[in-house]
């Protein structure tokens, strides 16, 4: 077995992409909401290929490790977010 079954050559590295597509839309989300000027909102979840806790989940994730002024709440598996 020879050396390049194991490896395939490249010219140079690809370019780092730091968003996903979820951060991407978590971003677009966060942002329109923030433009509008709706005090709450709810959340329209068939964008989402996930369960409502997953969703709130990630969503609050990313809200406080950006430090956005939202809060988010989950009530009766329906997702809101307010402005703080």
Known sequence: MSKLEYFEPVNKLPEYTFYTFK????REIIQSFLDSDYKCVKLNLKLF??????IHQCLGSFIKNHKFPIKIFRRNNELYLTKI
């Open 49 to 54: 290929d996930r369960t409502p806790a997953r």
């Open 23 to 26: 951060t991407k839309l978590y």
